[in-house]
């Protein structure tokens, strides 16, 4: 059992450090907090899951940005590290405070939709028909209705019947990403990079045979490599539908790295951690699981 003590004091040095120097992502907050970078990941995923800590949708490389509640401003001194459409759509709803999604063109309509930190959703009826603003996250609630009123003035007021409700205008979760409009976002798809589909691999393939076996739904697959597969899944629990961060790996021995490593990447999607292999867990990552079974769950499966 590690020294209950002692991860109190480590979690609370982590807190001060962030309430002290502002958002960071991992590997500044270690440093600060004077700790191995893989057991600060570790911490950083506990206290998020604790609700003591926030984690950022824009990353840092490919690092998320840790935060107390209540310092969602100072977010905004990372703002360098979005790319160009994203930094114009931050300065743009920044500067008008309220921004109607059509009248947008469709690059910087894609940029809205990705910037979750600072851009938030707003859904209101007009003459019966859904439309779609964007609030910056500092812009007072209170006055957002006031702010749609006059932005959409010249095309008539909102609907005002009788079976009126304050559901006209509706602020969307942050967490959740807003709802395309049925046009197409992007006109001019020569700009903008396909998607790549990952490619298939054998071990890949054995993965999905073992999750479909076990009536597990794939959600996404972020990776298929000849021995690596990734991907968010979902299982019925006996509390209804749970989803998890998967990553699949052909070792014959998984380390604490390992480990690590899916717990920062599953906590990077708001997600708990499962991890599969044939082989056995190493020493380390026996201890390591034993003390962090509710962050990450491991398998051993025959492929």
Do not use: C
Not at 206 to 228: C, H, P, R, T
Not at 229 to 247: C, M
Not at 285 to 293: G, H, R
Request: proline share 7%; net charge positive; hydrophobic share 35%.
């Amino acid at each position: 059992m590690p020294d209950i003590q002692k991860v109190v004091q480590t979690k609370d040095k982590i807190i001060e450090t962030i309430k002290t120097k502002g958002p960071a992502y991992p590997a500044k907050i270690a440093r600060d907090a004077e700790l191995s970078p893989l057991f600060a990941a570790a911490f950083l995923s506990e206290l998020v899951r604790e609700r003591k800590l926030k984690i950022s949708n824009m990353k840092v490389g490919s690092s998320p940005i840790y935060y107390l509640p209540g310092q969602e401003p100072q977010l905004e001194s990372f703002v360098e590290h979005l790319n160009h459409k994203e930094r114009e759509a931050f300065e743009n709803l920044k500067s008008q405070q309220i921004l109607d999604d059509e009248k947008q063109e469709p690059a910087i309509r894609v940029a809205l939709r990705k910037i979750k930190d600072f851009a938030i959703p707003i859904s209101v009826r007009i003459d019966g028909e859904s439309k779609l603003f964007w609030r910056h996250f500092q812009f007072p609630e209170s006055e957002t209705r006031n702010k749609i009123r006059e932005i959409i003035s010249p095309m008539g007021p909102v609907n005002q019947g009788k079976n009126q409700t304050n559901s006209e205008v509706k602020e969307e979760a942050r967490e959740e990403p807003a709802s395309p409009p049925k046009e197409n976002l992007v006109e001019k798809p020569e700009k903008f990079k396909p998607v790549k589909k990952p490619q298939a691999s054998e071990f890949a393939e054995s993965i999905k045979d073992y999750l479909a076996a076990k009536d597990i739904e794939i959600l996404e697959e972020m990776s298929a490599k000849k021995k690596e597969f990734i991907a968010k899944i979902r299982t019925d629990t006996l509390f209804g539908k749970q989803e998890y961060y998967l990553t699949a790996k052909d070792k014959k021995k998984v380390s604490q790295d390992d480990l690590i490593i899916a717990i920062q990447n599953a906590q990077a999607e708001r997600m708990p951690a499962i991890f599969l292999a044939p082989g056995q867990l190493d020493k380390a990552a026996l201890s390591y699981l034993d003390n962090w079974k509710n962050v990450v769950k491991f398998e051993k499966i025959r492929i």
